[in-house]
Every structure is written in structure tokens, then in C-alpha cells.
């Protein structure tokens, strides 16, 4: 490939990558090309780097990707920033983040790139700065937990594991192949859930979802049907989420809440 200006080729990579176009991508890259993730302390370069460039772009909502501004030369440098949303399935939004790279490129290909990303703060929190240091520990970037929470769902819709009674952290660890520590933080910093939190509500989604059940079980039948260990459990899951008891969602009166 002819040597191009380090804005021509980081404009084709973009243009590749916003395309999903995964081989394109991958020709722009230099064989000794090093990526740094510095939210998640890692770095990757070559096998493992090109196994990781597919992954986050087959996973990747690759329209949900804004630049902030035009990208800025510094030599064999080009600087850009951006900012990425991530949903959920239902078209909530899950977490933001803002982003800068810094990508160097040598005889016309991609060598080096440093990536910066900062999770936004929710709208109840204030800055972040002070948990980016634990992200890092844990090696989870706001890419990366966006990625998790998708995982995570995806396995509790697909096995309805939240129904187990006793159902822990460790073993929803166990199943998805994620620490303890990342699941509890992305919950914690991305939703401003705990895991048990998290837990009643996917169970008291699955009951609103069969409306039939309320009329054939007792409150106590429908807790433990529902892998609640009693049905104080049940009542304050279904308040947290919805502002009401469960026979009062029931007999038709207006939730206080998005259910998003």
C-alpha cells in the first residue's frame, strides 16, 4: 500500500470501521501495530489484537459513535474525540462514554493506537474520576461493560436463572465468564444497581410479562414461583420497579415509573 497522509489513512480506517468492515480495517493496520486501552490497562498487538478488533466491532452499535470535533494533526499523530451510547434491547440507554485516541501512523499504515475513555456520570452522580482507577484494576472499559451488561441479559433472558431461588453473584460469574468485581460495578456504575436489585427486577419484569399468574397463584405461590425466598421479597422488588404492590399493578392502576 502507497504511503498516504496520517489523516487520509485514519479517515479510511473510521470509514472501515463505521462500516463494520472488519478486514479493511485490519489492512490498515502495521504489522507491529499496538493498541492501548488505557480504561482497562491492557494492551494488544498482533494475534490478539486482530481477535479483539472483530470482537468489538461484531458487538460494537457502530451508528451510536458521535465525533465531538475534527481530528487534529500533530505530525504522524491524528487526534480524535468522540462519544459512544450504548442501549439496551428495549432502546434504554444503558451508558455513555467520551473518548480520545491517539493514533500514529507510519508509512501509510496504522502503528500505534492510545485510547482514553471516561464513562459519563449518571444524571443522579457526580464526576467519575474517583472510579477510574478501579476500572482499570478490574479491566473493565466502559466499551468493555457495555459488552458485559448485553452478556449478562442476554443470559438471564435465555435461561431464566433469576428464577433459582438463592441465586448468587458468584454464580452468574461462574456462567458468563466475568469476575464477581465487574459484574457488581458495571451494575453499580452503569444502571445504579446492585445485583440484588438487578435480580428482583428481572424477576418482577418476568411476572408482569404472564398477568395470568397473579390470578392462579396466592402472593406467596407467585414469590416463590418467582425465586423469591419470601413475600416481603416480592413486595419490595415490585415497589422498587413499578411504585406499587403487586395486586395493585394488578387491578390496572398506572405504574410511577418507566419500566425501561
Do not use: K
Not at 436463572?161 to 458495571?186: E, K
Amino acid at each position: 500500500m502507497s504511503a498516504s497522509s496520517p489523516l487520509a489513512t485514519v479517515a479510511a480506517h473510521n470509514a472501515a470501521w463505521g462500516q463494520g468492515d472488519i478486514e479493511q480495517v485490519l489492512a490498515l493496520y502495521h504489522p507491529d501495530m499496538v493498541f492501548h486501552d488505557h480504561a482497562a490497562g491492557a494492551t494488544y498487538q498482533g494475534a490478539v489484537l486482530r481477535e479483539h478488533v472483530r470482537s468489538v466491532i461484531r458487538r460494537s452499535s457502530l451508528h451510536t459513535l458521535v465525533y465531538l470535533d475534527r481530528p487534529r494533526v500533530d505530525g504522524d499523530t491524528v487526534v480524535l474525540r468522540y462519544e459512544e451510547t450504548v442501549r439496551a434491547p428495549a432502546g434504554g440507554e444503558w451508558l455513555r462514554f467520551s473518548a480520545c485516541d491517539c493514533v500514529r501512523v507510519e508509512d501509510g499504515l496504522i502503528a500505534e493506537i492510545h485510547e482514553y475513555a471516561v464513562l459519563q456520570p449518571r444524571a443522579h452522580e457526580g464526576s467519575t474520576a474517583g472510579v477510574r482507577d478501579e476500572a482499570s484494576r478490574i479491566g473493565l472499559s466502559p466499551r468493555a461493560m457495555g459488552f458485559l451488561l448485553r452478556d449478562l441479559q442476554t443470559w438471564f433472558d435465555t435461561s431464566q436463572a433469576f428464577l433459582q431461588p438463592g441465586l448468587g453473584l458468584q454464580q452468574v460469574a461462574d456462567a458468563t465468564g466475568y469476575t464477581r468485581n465487574q459484574i457488581s460495578y458495571a451494575l453499580n456504575h452503569a444502571l445504579g444497581q446492585s445485583f440484588y436489585h438487578y435480580l428482583g427486577r428481572a424477576r418482577v419484569q418476568h411476572a408482569m410479562a404472564q398477568p395470568q399468574a397473579f390470578g392462579h397463584h396466592s402472593m406467596n405461590e407467585l414469590a416463590q414461583s418467582l425465586g423469591f425466598r419470601s413475600v416481603s421479597g416480592l413486595y419490595r422488588a415490585f415497589r422498587d420497579l413499578t411504585g406499587l404492590t403487586p395486586r395493585q399493578w394488578q387491578d390496572g392502576m398506572p405504574p410511577r415509573v418507566s419500566l425501561d
